[in-house]
């Protein structure tokens, strides 16, 4: 990864702003925040570091925090990252649920959701399209990836199984292509 130098305080407040920012949906930020605007990692650096994070239990955000802030400033900056990432959004999050306590039953509020998870989604998909212009894939990790999202997406196989298989396979098969180089 990156060899340049990152204070503890540059972790805390870089993943507070994608904590704030990223609200519904922090990878998209987390992308942008990380690799174009403060440059601590690579696209592919960032990609390898979230595609690990992916693969660990718990939230991928939260996982590359670790490992980003781990690289940096070892344990210390490990726990900047992510008490940064998390401490934003907890209390902008119980100041809404004690307004959502008080007009959830409005029908308004019930399509405000419904706009903002496909708002959501639409992010989601849209970062995954810029990531991979960027990165080139060939096909046999387009492949992989096309497998994963038919298995998860369309199929409902959960992820877990999915990444327990594909996992292996793609390694298999990027083995095998640079074995017969």
């Known amino acids: 990864m990156t060899a340049m130098n990152v204070s503890r305080t540059e972790l805390f407040l870089?993943?507070?702003?994608?904590?704030?920012?990223?609200?519904?949906?922090?990878?998209?930020?987390?992308?942008?925040?990380?690799?174009?605007?403060?440059?601590?990692?690579?696209?592919?650096?960032?990609?390898?570091?979230?595609?690990v994070g992916q693969v660990l239990p718990g939230p991928n955000t939260v996982n590359a925090a670790i490992i980003i802030g781990d690289h940096f400033q070892g344990t210390v900056g490990a726990l900047?990252?992510?008490?940064?990432?998390?401490?934003?959004?907890?209390?902008?999050?119980?100041?809404?649920?004690?307004?959502?306590?008080?007009?959830?039953?409005?029908?308004?509020?019930g399509a405000a959701i419904g706009a903002g998870a496909a708002a959501a989604a639409g992010l989601v998909i849209g970062t995954a399209i810029k990531m991979a212009r960027r990165l080139r894939p060939n096909l046999t990790a387009l492949a992989v990836g096309l497998a994963a999202f038919g298995a998860v997406g369309l199929l409902h196989v959960p992820m877990a199984l999915a990444v327990a298989v594909l996992g292996p396979v793609g390694i298999a098969l990027v083995w095998r292509e640079r074995r017969g180089r």
């Open 14 to 51: 870089g993943f507070a702003k994608i904590g704030l920012l990223g609200f519904g949906g922090v990878a998209p930020w987390a992308r942008h925040i990380i690799v174009a605007e403060k440059r601590w990692l690579s696209e592919r650096e960032y990609a390898s570091v979230l595609g």
């Open 80 to 109: 900047a990252a992510v008490i940064g990432l998390l401490c934003t959004p907890i209390a902008v999050l119980i100041g809404i649920a004690l307004i959502y306590d008080r007009i959830a039953d409005l029908p308004s509020v």
